[in-house]
């Protein structure tokens, strides 16, 4: 079968390679998956470094066709991790800024509304 040798020479020592003829194109090929997978940016379901500020009345979700978010703010479903949502229901108007979770824009999921994570809340 046929085979490449490579060498190369470091300081006063001699490495030899050898490399099978598929060999490297499966190195290419796993070179090419693991850039791949490191370069995937935002995982589904994480905030993003996308944020807005809404503003009006918070509103606890109910039951969905889209089933996300734990509650609603205008056109927006939201959720927090730091913020007790429940306590701002009774407010007639807050302002939030919350950051577009990647996978739930635009209704890409069940023709919902973007979601939100939560990241600043004030009464108006």
């Known amino acids: 079968m046929f085979r490449q040798h ?3 020479k470091i300081g006063n ?3 030899e390679f050898i490399l099978h003829p ?4 499966k190195l290419f ?4 998956m693991l850039s ?8 589904f379901g994480e905030a993003s470094q996308n944020c807005i500020t809404v503003s009006g009345q918070i509103e606890k979700q109910e039951v969905t066709s ?3 978010g734990t509650h609603t703010i205008g056109d927006y479903a939201i959720r927090s991790n730091v913020y007790d949502l429940d306590q ?4 007639p108007i807050v302002l939030i800024e919350g950051c577009r979770i990647n996978g739930y824009q ?3 999921v069940e023709g919902g509304p973007d979601y939100l994570e939560v990241t600043s809340i004030a009464i108006q």
């Open 88 to 91: 701002f229901i009774l407010e």
């Open 22 to 25: 598929m060999q490297p194109l």
């Open 13 to 15: 020592s001699r490495l």
């Open 66 to 68: 889209y089933q996300y």
């Open 106 to 108: 635009n209704g890409a």
């Open 29 to 32: 090929i796993f070179f090419a």
């Open 36 to 43: 791949l997978i490191g370069t995937s940016c935002e995982k």
């Open 6 to 8: 490579f060498g190369m």
